[in-house]
Nanobody
Framework: QVQLVESGGGLVQPGGSLRLSCVASGIFFNIVDMGWYRQTPGKQREFVARVTSSGNTNYADSVKGRFTISRDNAKKMVYLQMSSLKPEDTAVYYC??????????WGQGTQVTVSS
């Protein structure tokens, strides 16, 4: 059984920082890519960041330079450190791992709200 559980979301002021965490189970964590997506009500879910099994990273242009994705293979966890947060970063953030060709496992999501 594959399970991804996100945590760390909450309310933060513009310009603030927040760290999201995701713990994985039921997968060979060390050999798979991990990533983060986000979704705002009424909008399509969008890619945020990805980290490969070897540690290479990739970011959406909208978050590049502000967000950092990392992983801890011993703990089977992936993190998203977010800084210089903007109101447009408000969304439900989802942890994701590959399930098949262009198919993914998804966590339940954690809400991030950036507002004064």
């Amino acid at each position: 059984q594959v399970q991804l559980v996100e945590s760390g979301g909450g309310l933060v002021q513009p310009g603030g920082s927040l760290r999201l965490s995701c713990v994985a189970s039921g997968i060979f964590f060390n050999i798979v890519d991990m990533g983060w997506y986000r979704q705002t009500p009424g909008k399509q879910r969008e890619f945020v960041a990805r980290v490969t099994s070897s540690g290479n990273t990739n970011y959406a242009d909208s978050v590049k330079g502000r967000f950092t994705i990392s992983r801890d293979n011993a703990k089977k966890m992936v993190y998203l450190q977010m800084s210089s947060l903007k109101p447009e970063d408000t969304a439900v953030y989802y942890c994701v791992s590959p399930r098949g060709f262009q198919s993914n496992y998804w966590g339940q999501g954690t809400q991030v709200t950036v507002s004064s």
